[in-house]
T-cell receptor, first 114, second 114 residues
Framework: GNSVTQMEGPVTLSEEAFLTINCTYT??????LFWYVQYPGEGLQLLLK?????DKGSNKGFEATYRKETTSFHLEKGSVQVSDSAVYFC?????????????FGTGTQLKVEL | EAEVAQSPRYKITEKSQAVAFWCDPI?????LYWYRQILGQGPELLVQ????????DSQLPKDRFSAERLKGVDSTLKIQPAELGDSAMYLC????????????FGPGTRLLVL
């Protein structure tokens, strides 16, 4: 089956530090990959996506590259802010005749301190 | 910017009672999803609709959960009777059509069963 593995949190960083959140996947087929962000008490917001190998998704200073050879989609940001504190979910979707559900990782909590 | 609407945002109920959640997808989105997110975990799909038809309800506990999308627009998810283990965040998402991979989420309904 399909699965997503994320690094465990919480990840605690100082403001302006470099961020990496690791994500690897297992998929039967060719998935599209996503990062979603969830702020406390809220739903999920799409952060970025990539639909084919070597694509780089980017948004709000975050970026991730679809690496088929290593089945990875690591999230990076060069300089984090306190406002980036949230839970980040890596996810994949494969289109099938039975639907296209998102398969999520367990989430990684990021805490950014002054 | 168009958004997925959900209500209520919070619901507290006693076990054995019935609860219902409502979702209005982004206008024009044919595909609607209900996910359940247990605290500390990633969301898991309960049911997917294409217009008014169910595409995937393989993970829906059909003895107590039901979902409908009668006119292919808004949707209702019902639990009867609620159990303690149903305490979770219930997220609704929509996409333009099943073939489109990007899903947009609403703010969620947080359910607490006492």
């Amino acid at each position: 089956g399909n699965s997503v593995t994320q690094m465990e949190g919480p990840v605690t960083l100082s403001e302006e530090a470099f961020l990496t959140i690791n994500c690897t996947y297992t998929a039967t087929g060719y998935p599209s990959l996503f990062w979603y962000v969830q702020y406390p008490g809220e739903g999920l917001q799409l952060l970025l996506k990539a639909t084919k190998a070597d694509d780089k998704g980017s948004n709000k200073g975050f970026e991730a590259t679809y690496r088929k050879e290593t089945t990875s989609f690591h999230l990076e940001k060069g300089s984090v802010q306190v406002s980036d504190s949230a839970v980040y979910f890596c996810a994949l979707v494969i289109l099938t005749g039975g639907g296209n559900k998102l398969t999520f990782g367990t989430g990684t909590q990021l805490k950014v301190e002054l | 910017e168009a958004e997925v609407a959900q209500s209520p945002r919070y619901k507290i109920t006693e076990k054995s009672q019935a609860v219902a959640f409502w979702c209005d997808p982004i206008s024009g989105h044919a595909t609607l999803y209900w996910y359940r997110q247990i605290l500390g975990q990633g969301p898991e799909l309960l049911v997917q609709f294409q217009d008014e038809s169910v595409v995937d309800d393989s993970q829906l506990p059909k003895d107590r959960f039901s979902a409908e999308r009668l006119k292919g627009v808004d949707s209702t998810l019902k639990i009867q009777p609620a159990e303690l283990g149903d305490s979770a965040m219930y997220l609704c998402a929509s996409s333009l059509e099943t073939g489109r991979k990007t899903q947009y989420f609403g703010p969620g309904t947080r359910l607490l069963v006492l």
